[in-house]
């Protein structure tokens, strides 16, 4: 088995198999162990599951994740079973011609050197066996998408399935990354405030005065902040505004000290400092690199 570093940004997921089982009130099924990775999520109905010998009590909205050669089973509750979905998968393309299957229901059969790859990320601390993603509704709607599009086999099916994926796997870090940090899940917060920035992103405030507006402590709006985007509120607006910046440098021909001013830096000097250590790059020498006559 590959033992395997990458950032968390360069993922590339590829699905192997993907499946929406309505269970029987008898339904069992493990222990098992399996060659690739695998995400459980519960539509409806309850039950046990049991993943490296720690049982969790399951219902909607649960979601369970564990690798290759993770010993897990299953069990339908006898009223309310299971309404469950599975994604068998890797981290990566690097086996994504490897048909086999996914792995033997008789864990005497299994065959440690099947195991296709074991994936650590270094800008992220990975997921964990069980969380709780009840409240993101756009999570469950990229699921059913992913099954349907999976069961349909039509044209590029596999690259419009990757694509969902690796957009459910950014949202569900998000969540693990937002509860690791110990910040709250307020993600209709977030989104307020940051719609507030982008409307006033070239005004002169502080951090009080957007913690005032929305009458949070600033330290707590922060934590909010580095919770969800992985940066201060601080950094966060000068990375908004020198985007704004090179969106006006690259669409408009407006002087540099204009630009400046339109997303709140009086100060040129101050504003040339802070664009090069975001970009690398001078003001100057990209307005140079895209207009390089003088205009009339």
Do not use: W
Not at 245 to 269: L, P
């Amino acid at each position: 088995m590959d033992n395997i570093l990458i950032p968390f940004k360069g993922l590339q997921p590829h699905v192997r198999y993907a499946n929406f089982l309505r269970c029987d009130k008898d339904f069992m099924e493990g222990p098992r162990r399996i060659y690739d990775h695998q995400l459980i999520y519960v539509h409806k109905g309850k039950g046990i599951v049991e993943i490296n010998s720690i049982t969790y009590n399951a219902l909607p909205g649960d979601l369970f994740f564990y690798g290759p050669g993770v010993q897990h089973a299953f069990r339908a509750d006898s009223e309310d079973p299971y309404v469950l979905s599975g994604i068998h998968f890797d981290f990566t393309p690097n086996h994504k011609d490897i048909p086999f299957p996914i792995g033997p229901y008789n864990t005497g059969h299994f065959k440690e050197e099947l195991m296709t790859e074991n994936v650590s990320f270094a800008d992220f601390c990975g997921f964990p066996p069980y969380i709780n993603i009840s409240g993101n509704h756009r999570a469950r709607e990229i699921i059913l998408e992913l099954v349907g599009e999976f069961e349909s086999g039509k044209l590029f099916a596999y690259t419009y399935i990757n694509g969902l994926f690796t957009t459910f796997l950014s949202i569900l870090a998000r969540c693990v990354m937002v509860r690791e940090k110990g910040a709250e899940y307020k993600e209709e917060i977030v989104i307020k405030v940051l719609k507030f920035i982008h409307r006033h992103y070239n005004e002169n405030f502080t951090n009080k005065n957007i913690a005032d507006h929305f009458h949070f402590h600033p330290n707590y709006l922060n934590q909010l902040m580095a919770a969800h985007t992985g940066l201060s509120l601080r950094q966060y607006i000068i990375d908004l505004r020198i985007k704004k910046a090179v969106d006006m440098m690259v669409n408009t021909n407006m002087s540099v000290c204009a630009i400046a001013k339109d997303v709140g830096y009086e100060d040129i000097h101050y504003f040339s400092r802070l664009f090069k250590k975001k970009t690398g790059y001078t003001p100057v020498h990209i307005k140079r690199k895209l207009y390089p006559y003088p205009s009339g």
